[in-house]
């Protein structure tokens, strides 16, 4: 198994649960994990903040025509209708992002575990489907043998005529 991905016990604990208490993390795939954590959250958050942060900069300066105030009070209200949606979408992406926290940290245990399984499951079929084509092989193999045997009684000798 790959050293990368393993997890290192501290103590050998009594129950189930003390052993994942005190699993301790791999410092290596910590380390991977921070990094891909900011290349691929933290970076897109922070330009896409700018971005918006940007666009809406770009909305409040006037330009040459901003002499109409009925439009201005139009989009005021346009906007005011969509801000109950955006807080509502805010707080549940808060409740997304706290679970997938909270989950990041629960879950490594019990993934291990199951890959675990699955790499048992995985070794006992091969050993059963190896099992079930021994015999075949056996066939095979007698009758391979058989064949060579009957061929060199068989076999005529070769006569050199020179």
């Keep these: 198994m790959n050293d990368a991905f393993s997890f290192q016990t501290?103590?050998?604990?009594?129950s189930e649960m003390d052993?994942?208490?005190k699993l301790k993390p791999n410092p290596l795939t910590q380390a991977i994990h921070k990094r891909e954590?900011?290349?691929?959250i933290i970076l897109p958050v922070i330009l896409m903040s700018f971005f918006l942060i940007a666009i809406a900069v770009l909305i409040c300066v006037p330009g040459q025509d901003?002499?109409?105030?009925g439009k201005d009070i139009s989009?005021?209200?346009?906007?005011l209708l969509a801000v109950p949606f955006v807080f509502i979408l805010l707080a549940l992406l808060t409740a997304v992002t706290y679970g997938l926290i909270k989950l990041i940290i629960v879950l490594p245990p019990y993934t291990h575990l199951v890959q675990e399984g699955f790499l048992l499951i995985q070794h006992k079929i091969t050993f059963y489907a190896d099992k079930a084509a021994e015999p075949i092989f056996l066939v095979n193999s007698w009758k391979s043998g058989a064949q060579t045997l009957t061929k060199n009684i068989i076999k005529k000798p070769k006569i050199n005529k020179e």
């Design 10 to 14: 501290i103590s050998s604990p009594n």
């Design 75 to 79: 989009l005021i209200f346009l906007i």
């Design 37 to 40: 954590v900011f290349w691929q």
């Design 66 to 69: 901003s002499t109409s105030l």
């Design 19 to 21: 052993r994942f208490s």
